[in-house]
């Protein structure tokens, strides 16, 4: 079982440097409203791990840039999660130029849970167990 999600977005103005491309750190923030698209798609966001009583911290952020997206360029963001045993939300993502479906940058993030007292939890919580049960991840 795979689970992915995809989501598209426009270049704006502010998002360019002096070369017109799209400045390096802004592929941090397409890769969150990818996560964000999915949270909202397989109903693991935000405010529902913060609801169970946890939150999700970024531990690690990988880009690797292939091609620059130009201002008024429409992109795609593609994103697939990685399951594992751990107490971790691995994705990873694909940026595309929808004009020529051109890859311009790969990565993927890993997130871990917190308890609400800033606690590391080395366990999956319960509900997101329960989640990838009802996602096909797992099973009974």
């Given at each position: 079982?795979?689970?992915?999600?995809?989501?598209?977005?426009?270049?704006?103005?502010?998002?360019?440097?002096?070369?017109?491309?799209?400045?390096?750190?802004h592929?941090?923030?397409?890769?969150?409203?990818?996560?964000?698209?999915?949270?909202?798609?397989?109903?693991?966001?935000?405010?529902?791990?913060?609801?169970?009583?946890?939150?999700?911290?970024?531990?690690?952020?990988?880009?690797?840039?292939?091609?620059?997206?130009?201002?008024?360029?429409?992109?795609?963001?593609?994103?697939?999660?990685?399951?594992?045993?751990?107490?971790?939300?691995?994705?990873?993502?694909?940026?595309?130029?929808?004009?020529?479906?051109?890859?311009?940058?790969?990565?993927?993030?890993?997130?871990?849970?917190?308890?609400?007292?800033?606690?590391?939890?080395?366990?999956?919580?319960?509900?997101?167990?329960?989640?990838?049960?009802?996602n096909?991840?797992?099973?009974?």
């Amino acid at each position: 079982m795979e689970l992915k999600s995809t989501t598209t977005f426009k270049v704006r103005f502010n998002e360019v440097d002096s070369m017109n491309i799209t400045w390096h750190g802004h592929y941090v923030t397409f890769f969150e409203d990818a996560r964000e698209a999915f949270g909202k798609e397989y109903n693991l966001d935000y405010m529902t791990i913060f609801r169970e009583g946890y939150y999700a911290p970024l531990v690690d952020i990988h880009v690797e840039y292939k091609s620059p997206l130009v201002y008024g360029d429409e992109a795609r963001a593609e994103i697939k999660y990685k399951d594992c045993d751990a107490a971790k939300i691995i994705f990873e993502y694909e940026i595309y130029n929808q004009k020529n479906n051109k890859l311009v940058a790969k990565g993927s993030t890993t997130q871990v849970f917190m308890d609400k007292d800033y606690r590391l939890v080395f366990y999956p919580p319960e509900f997101f167990v329960n989640w990838k049960i009802r996602n096909g991840l797992r099973e009974v």
